[in-house]
């Protein structure tokens, strides 16, 4: 992509003055920001089913300090809240965090990128979900935490504008449902827009307040044959508009039955010719993640459809090919396309660590 390519955002515009932008023609010096301003750009996604990650996020809503940790109460077996007090410049209302989804972000410490939903919040004081206390994540007093709007299908693609045509085009992402026993199980649901809003392909319930979590992948069918060109999608036509800049903890399913579609918090990146950018396998973080002999992760094709790349395991010692499982078998050559998504394979619950946008 170059200068050119990239449109006006109101919504970032503000935030935006003195900036240089990095997708593949500058750098972003972003050391004193947990999250820049981009702005709209078009990603070419092609006639089919393809895999992608929106790598944008909404706007830091607040920044500063975690005063003291209380865990709260297990309002469900494995489920459980803990009440923060923050610093003093928080002043949250909390009319406006349950008018739409919001979360809290670590952003220093052993917990650096982790993602906990907040529940409700007033003045300083805020509820999320999880243990924070010792026998969890043990957050500490000083920790540095941001507060953001969750992406939601309504806010990463908005109306027409988004270059979705109603009635043709697909998304599909998981979303979190009652399991019925307390807990919470993922779901796959498929949605389309009308014209003016998403709504789900089966029931036609509303769709846009539906989450997709930082590094959550998603599945995008264009309608069409294999005649018809790619169909360009704006991102960052909405609020959720800026690069992320910090790393991101993706949480792995501990089940061989959830494949999870996932990948770095990374924009869409394109040369001047159009052609998608694609970094090395081994440079995305896969090695940490993925437990020896039994973690696997599939990449897609360099235009981002479901057509296997190639499908990657460790045995502690180097990623390799599970095809053969041969030394050496994953090298420069194996790549991976910034801004899609993966298929990961887990088989106890740990996280992916990715690396956000220098």
């Known amino acids: 992509m170059n200068t050119s390519a990239l449109k006006e955002n109101p919504l970032c515009l503000a935030a935006a003055s003195g900036m240089t932008l990095l997708l593949g023609f500058g750098r972003i010096h972003a050391s004193e920001t947990t999250s820049f301003p981009l702005g709209e750009y078009h990603v070419p996604v092609p006639v089919g089913t393809s895999a992608w990650v929106y790598g944008l996020v909404a706007e830091d809503m607040w920044t500063g300090q975690i005063a003291a940790v209380t865990p709260y109460m297990e309002l469900a077996p494995g489920r459980m809240t803990t009440f923060l007090n923050l610093d003093a410049t928080a002043a949250f209302d909390n009319q406006v965090l349950q008018a739409k989804p919001h979360y809290l972000e670590v952003l220093d410490g052993p917990w650096a990128g982790l993602i906990l939903d907040m529940m409700e919040g007033a003045g300083t004081q805020i509820t999320v979900w999880g243990d924070g206390g010792p026998a969890g994540f043990d957050l500490q007093p000083g920790t540095t935490v941001a507060v953001r709007a969750h992406a939601t299908l309504g806010t990463m693609f908005p109306g027409e504008s988004s270059g979705f045509v109603a009635g043709a085009d697909l998304i599909m992402v998981a979303t979190p449902v009652d399991d019925g026993y307390g807990g919470v199980t993922q779901v796959e649901r498929v949605f389309m827009h009308n014209g003016l809003n998403w709504e789900d392909g089966a029931s ?8 997709v979590y930082p590094g959550q992948g998603f599945l995008v069918t264009i309608g069409g044959d294999s005649t018809d060109g790619p169909r360009h999608l704006a991102f960052g036509a909405g609020p959720v508009c800026h690069v992320k800049a910090t790393p991101t903890l993706i949480p792995l399913t501990p089940c061989w039955s959830a494949v999870q579609l996932m ?3 990374w924009p869409v990146e394109m040369d001047a010719a159009g052609a998608l ?8 973080g896969l090695f940490p993640a993925l ?3 039994a973690d696997l992760a599939v990449t897609f094709s360099s235009n981002g459809l479901l057509q296997d790349l190639a499908l990657i395991g460790s045995d502690g010692v180097e990623l390799m090919n599970a ?5 050496g078998s994953v090298t420069s050559a194996d790549r991976f396309v910034k801004g899609s998504a993966l298929y990961f394979m887990a088989c106890s619950p740990h996280y992916w660590v990715t690396e956000g946008v220098k």
């Open 204 to 211: 036609l319930e509303p769709g846009d307040d539906v989450v």
């Open 263 to 265: 990948g770095p918090v």
């Open 277 to 284: 950018r694609t970094v090395g396998v081994q440079d995305i």
């Open 291 to 293: 437990e020896p002999w």
């Open 323 to 327: 095809m053969n499982w041969s030394p």
